[in-house]
């Protein structure tokens, strides 16, 4: 898998407990002990209160497209290959969202819809990186 030539994220201090659980293949997380508030992107403090009493939490990983596009060109030429895919903000059922991609459906507007149930599919790219990336429930 070294052969990834994509942008990895980094993880840091802040962001370190979510690839962890990503590479367990059990997402969390952060919530706001103070306001019950689940947040994404990972954080120092809570959005909505300013807590800094934030804990990871596991989460079912089940949601639906909040918005989405249809990527037909990029000038990235390390997308290109993928042209075209769906870049979707899917809501999960905790109230968070989280920029991703949708695979295992058609990039095609009859196919991939908001408000379409989702739920998380984790790619391990690297050996050290796992993206979470999201695909229409069956059924
Ligand atoms: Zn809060």
Same mark, same amino acid.
């Given at each position: 898998?070294?052969?990834?030539? *994509?942008?990895?994220?980094?993880?840091?201090?802040?962001?370190?407990?979510?690839?962890?659980?990503?590479?367990?293949?059990?997402?969390?997380?952060?919530?706001?002990?103070?306001?019950?508030?689940?947040?994404?992107?990972? !954080?120092?403090?809570?959005?909505?209160?300013?807590? !800094?009493?934030?804990?990871? *939490?596991?989460?079912?990983?089940?949601?639906?497209?909040?918005?989405?596009?249809?990527?037909?060109?990029?000038?990235?030429?390390?997308?290109?290959?993928?042209?075209?895919?769906?870049?979707?903000?899917?809501?999960?059922?905790?109230?968070? !969202?989280?920029?991703?991609?949708?695979?295992?459906?058609?990039?095609?507007?009859?196919?991939?819809?908001?408000?379409?149930?989702?739920?998380?599919?984790?790619?391990?790219?690297?050996?050290?990186?796992?993206?979470? *990336?999201?695909?229409?429930?069956?059924?």
């Amino acid at each position: 898998m070294t052969d990834y030539t *994509k942008p990895l994220p980094k993880s840091d201090p802040v962001t370190a407990p979510f690839w962890d659980s990503l590479r367990r293949k059990a997402v969390e997380v952060q919530c706001c002990e103070d306001c019950n508030q689940f947040l994404f992107y990972p !954080r120092a403090h809570c959005p909505a209160c300013g807590s !800094r009493a934030l804990t990871w *939490k596991p989460v079912s990983g089940r949601g639906t497209i909040y918005t989405m596009t249809i990527v037909e060109k990029t000038g990235n030429r390390n997308f290109k290959q993928d042209c075209p895919y769906v870049v979707a903000l899917v809501e999960l059922e905790e109230g968070c !969202r989280m920029m991703s991609n949708i695979i295992d459906v058609t990039p095609a507007p009859q196919d991939v819809r908001i408000g379409m149930p989702v739920e998380i599919v984790y790619d391990a790219v690297t050996d050290d990186v796992t993206l979470p *990336k999201f695909r229409p429930v069956a059924g």
